[in-house]
């Protein structure tokens, strides 16, 4: 969202341009486009989802979530409901690439938001969601680089992301901080797990390079930054 850049010194002003941009696509892009008239289902769901970025979910599971509300709301009108968000571009739906297979899975997708900005106006704004925040960076800033992104499966175990350009792969894991031997190995593990040459990363908030065994290690704001 550009504008921020204008008023970046101020929190307030940040918070209320982010709300007015929310209730902008929901209520013009969404609401009337689609001429939704449960507009409170609508946001109900827009919530749940903003609330889990990045997680695995299901339209089943949104509805008994609903259920559990005592609300009874069928997986085909979450479907229909997060369909027009894709729509809108307030979503992206990452499909599950299956890397040895080389296949896509038809269950299991994940959601990611066009800007995080959006979810904090939402949701709100917390500490324990930096993981979250910091994949949904990387999502995005793949697929404005042009890149076909889906998340990787290999042996059960999850590859944050896969980006294909050009019909050439690249593959990146996502940690807040590699802050011990047990993290570092874990994130790498997985990586270390596909055979090819293709490019391997592993994004986190650490300054110090930790890259080795072929697989490059990169603070956010450096694979931001740069060119790969």
């Known amino acids: 969202m550009p504008f921020l850049s204008n008023i970046i010194a101020d929190e307030r002003a940040i918070h209320l341009y982010l709300e007015d941009l929310y209730s902008s696509v929901v209520l013009k892009d969404v609401v009337k486009r689609n001429n939704i008239r449960d507009v409170d289902l609508l946001e109900r769901i827009i919530t749940y989802v903003l609330a889990n970025v990045g997680q695995t979910f299901s339209a089943n599971s949104i509805s008994r979530y609903f259920k559990n509300e005592q609300r009874r709301v069928s997986t085909d009108t979450?479907?229909?409901?997060?369909?027009?968000?894709?729509?809108?571009?307030?979503?992206?739906?990452?499909?599950?690439?299956?890397?040895?297979?080389?296949?896509?899975?038809?269950?299991?997708?994940?959601?990611?938001?066009?800007?995080?900005?959006?979810?904090?106006?939402?949701?709100?704004?917390?500490?324990?969601?930096?993981?979250?925040?910091?994949?949904?960076?990387?999502?995005?800033?793949?697929?404005?680089?042009?890149?076909?992104?889906?998340?990787?499966?290999?042996?059960?175990?999850?590859?944050d992301f896969i980006g294909v350009k050009n019909n050439e792969p690249i593959y990146v894991q996502v940690a807040y901080l590699l802050a011990d031997k047990k993290t570092r190995d874990r994130e790498f593990a997985n990586l270390l797990k596909i055979e090819d040459n293709f490019p391997k990363f592993v994004v986190s908030m650490d300054a110090l390079d930790m890259s080795g065994s072929g697989i490059k290690h990169m603070n956010i704001e450096k694979f931001l930054m740069e060119e790969f």
Request: with cysteine; proline share 0%.
């Open 78 to 159: 979450v479907l229909n409901y997060i369909k027009v968000c894709e729509e809108a571009y307030l979503f992206y739906k990452l499909k599950r690439r299956d890397i040895k297979g080389k296949r896509i899975l038809e269950a299991a997708e994940k959601y990611f938001i066009a800007d995080h900005g959006l979810r904090e106006a939402v949701y709100g704004k917390t500490a324990e969601d930096i993981g979250q925040i910091l994949e949904n960076i990387v999502c995005v800033e793949l697929l404005r680089r042009g890149y076909e992104v889906t998340v990787g499966t290999i042996d059960g175990q999850e590859i």
